[in-house]
């Protein structure tokens, strides 16, 4: 028999790990409840086609397709191998796959809305905390299975939505206490630059590669616009445009005398001064090498980095005005944005950024000195239990040794001691594990003691 495995890209959690995971994702739904949003789950599969086309082609590479049941019924194994002829010609066929694993949490809500908007509120504020898979080489920082934490309003095209994401952004953040850069971009910059270089149609070509650009170098990136078809003076438009540098205002008039005239450019430019002025928050940062691969997005698109550790983006997301519209329910508009846990769990770690009573589960260790003395312990523990204190009994009598090690192991900072002299002068000893400090207190005082 082989040794047991875990599937590449996908890990266990143990008590430690999962108690801060926790921490963060209650940090941030803390958040966006605040904010007025309310919670939302969809299934961790979908139908094939709601989710093929919405990503793109490099997106659509990375789902994670579901094999359907019954591929070993003889008396289908002809068509069976027919249609797999076709999968491995990169063709989807519904004889062998119509589900996958969910890529993101857009898409699905999406799809949620288009099926409910009849009943829905708007605009209608959800969040949404859930584990997605992706089909990609897993490495530091990206998994095939991880979690995301998104919220998102639909029906309203106010940039107030955006301004509060932001917020959302800096707010979460500063309780995390991960010191970070909101990047910003506007799609409609990124669409006048394609108009510049040959046309609407070159807009996917042009993002796709400039998304690669922290990954691949800017030499990398003009060798694949190369093969996407553009030509030496349209690359050399799109050079000028990623070298802009400077604060926010210098970049704003950098990018105005490339793209100013464009219409569509000058839409996307007041977007980002409103996001800027109304906002009012320092960590905004504007960045035209920003593009965000999706295709859906249409306005603002957000990236979060943090600063002081090598990682990629931590948090990104933006507008898109027309993304129920796949679905045959158009002219609902949308934004979003999403955390990445998984990435924001590895730089906290790195920072020592968690709080250290967020490792303690056990706050409290009765020991174990005999039948009647842990009974005695015992409803005491109840007692503290019902004040939501954390408590547990060493389930067998044994040396003080062992009990303490036990105790240490687990990193409880308290043990009550019960032994026959405190069972009947009725009181018990109270030890700080760390300290050493010990003192004897009744059972009332022992109830109202603050761990």
Not at 200 to 205: G, N, V
Not at 210 to 224: A, R, Y
Not at 287 to 303: M, S
Request: charged share 25%; hydrophobic share 35%; glycine share 8%.
């Amino acid at each position: 028999m082989s040794k047991p495995s875990l599937p590449q890209g996908t890990r266990d959690f143990n008590a430690e790990t999962v108690r801060k995971r926790n921490y963060i994702f209650n940090t941030i739904r803390s958040v966006f409840e605040v904010y007025g949003f309310q919670p939302l789950e969809t299934p961790a599969m979908e139908n094939l086609d709601t989710l093929m086309g919405k990503y793109g082609d490099e997106g659509d590479k990375l789902i994670f397709k579901i094999l359907n049941n019954g591929l070993d019924n003889a008396a289908k194994h002809q068509q069976a191998k027919d249609d797999f002829e076709k999968v491995l010609k990169g063709k989807n066929t519904k004889g062998i796959t119509e589900r996958a694993l969910r890529y993101d949490l857009t898409i699905p809500f999406a799809r949620y809305v288009a099926m409910n908007h009849g009943q829905l509120t708007f605009p209608f504020k959800r969040y949404q905390i859930q584990p997605v898979w992706r089909a990609d080489r897993p490495q530091r920082g990206r998994y095939r299975e991880f979690y995301q934490c998104d919220a998102d309003v639909v029906g309203s095209y106010s940039l107030l939505n955006e301004v509060e994401f932001a917020n959302i952004y800096a707010t979460a953040f500063e309780k995390l206490g991960v010191d970070v850069e909101i990047k910003i971009n506007s799609r409609k910059i990124l669409a006048a630059l394609a108009e510049l270089c040959g046309g609407a149609d070159k807009m996917t070509d042009i993002t796709v590669a400039i998304d690669k650009l922290d990954k691949i170098g800017i030499e990398k990136v003009k060798e694949e616009l190369v093969q996407r078809g553009l030509n030496e003076s349209q690359i050399a438009i799109i050079e000028k445009y990623l070298s802009i540098n400077g604060n926010n205002e210098e970049k704003l008039i950098a990018v105005k005398k490339i793209v100013g005239d464009n219409a569509t450019a000058k839409k996307g430019m007041e977007e980002i001064e409103f996001l800027i002025h109304y906002s009012n928050q320092s960590q905004i940062v504007i960045d035209f090498t920003l593009a965000r691969g999706l295709n859906y997005y249409t306005g603002i698109i957000f990236e979060v980095k943090a600063k002081d550790v090598q990682m990629g983006s931590i948090g990104g997301g933006g507008r898109y005005d027309d993304l129920t519209s796949t679905f045959d329910v158009p002219n609902i508009p949308g934004v979003g944005i999403s955390f990445g846990v998984d990435r924001i769990y590895d730089v906290m770690e790195e920072l020592k950024l968690f709080p250290e009573e967020v490792q303690t589960a056990t706050q409290v260790i009765f020991f174990n000195l005999g039948e009647a003395e842990s009974k005695a312990a015992f409803s005491l523990m109840q007692q503290l239990r019902s004040k939501n204190i954390r408590c547990e009994i060493y389930h067998e009598q044994t040396k003080f040794d062992k009990q303490f090690k036990y105790a240490d192991k687990k990193q409880i900072p308290y043990a009550v001691i019960i032994g026959s002299k405190e069972l009947e002068e009725n009181n018990a000893v109270i030890k700080n594990l760390k300290s050493g400090e010990q003192k004897n207190l009744s059972h009332s005082e022992l109830l109202q003691f603050v761990f």
